[in-house]
């Protein structure tokens, strides 16, 4: 029983420093719902048509960074472990762009 009472102690003590409080939760959750709506918003605005896309991907940008900062705990993380994620992250994004560039000039060459 008194092992119970210890662990319990321990685990409350553990999550103070390294997660964020219900109300940055709450204030993350609502930035996330409002920044969805300008997503689905930003595509009814005719004249924004050219620029949807990239608009679109700078929001999806920011939301992604939001989640895995928060909510997958990563900007509580040491700086190695954020480095272990982030490095492969940017390659795989450097590499998607890179396929889209690609896909584009070869749809342009043969269409």
Do not use: C, N
């Not at 709450?26 to 004249?47: C, D, K, M, P, Q």
């Not at 929001?59 to 939001?66: D, H, N, R, V, Y």
Request: glycine share 6%; net charge neutral.
């Amino acid at each position: 029983m008194s092992t119970h009472g210890h662990a319990t102690a321990a685990h409350e003590s553990h999550d103070a420093p390294g997660h964020a409080s219900v109300a940055t939760y709450v204030r993350v959750a609502l930035i996330l719902s409002a920044v969805t709506a300008l997503e689905v918003g930003v595509i009814y605005i005719r004249f924004l048509t050219p620029i949807v896309v990239p608009l679109l991907l700078v929001m999806a940008a920011a939301k992604f960074t939001l989640v895995v900062m928060f909510f997958m705990h990563l900007r509580y993380d040491p700086r190695p472990v954020a480095a272990v994620f982030v490095g492969p992250l940017i390659i795989a994004s450097l590499l998607g762009l890179a396929l889209i560039a690609l896909v584009g000039t070869l749809l342009a060459i043969h269409p």
